[in-house]
């Protein structure tokens, strides 16, 4: 529904990378909903940083 590409994955610490392109405010409302996160999921800090070149493939997220 944010009209976003990208992708996400499991790191080996617990920790989940999401890479995402698309119109920043459409950026900003995915990370305010990645800091809330599923019911049984904890999330204890969401950090943001520019992704420098091309995110593949990935996926629609809609």
Do not use: C, Q, T
């Given at each position: 529904?944010?009209?976003?590409?990208?992708?996400?994955?499991?790191?080996?610490?617990?920790?989940?990378e999401v890479v995402v392109a698309?119109?920043?405010?459409?950026?900003?409302?995915?990370?305010?909903?990645?800091?809330e996160g599923p019911p049984s999921?904890?999330?204890?800090?969401?950090?943001?940083?520019?992704?420098?070149?091309?995110?593949?493939?990935?996926?629609?997220?809609?």
């Amino acid at each position: 529904s944010l009209g976003l590409h990208g992708w996400a994955r499991n790191l080996d610490d617990g920790d989940v990378e999401v890479v995402v392109a698309g119109a920043a405010a459409m950026v900003d409302a995915l990370a305010e909903r990645l800091r809330e996160g599923p019911p049984s999921a904890r999330v204890e800090r969401l950090v943001r940083l520019p992704h420098e070149g091309d995110i593949g493939a990935g996926f629609l997220i809609g």
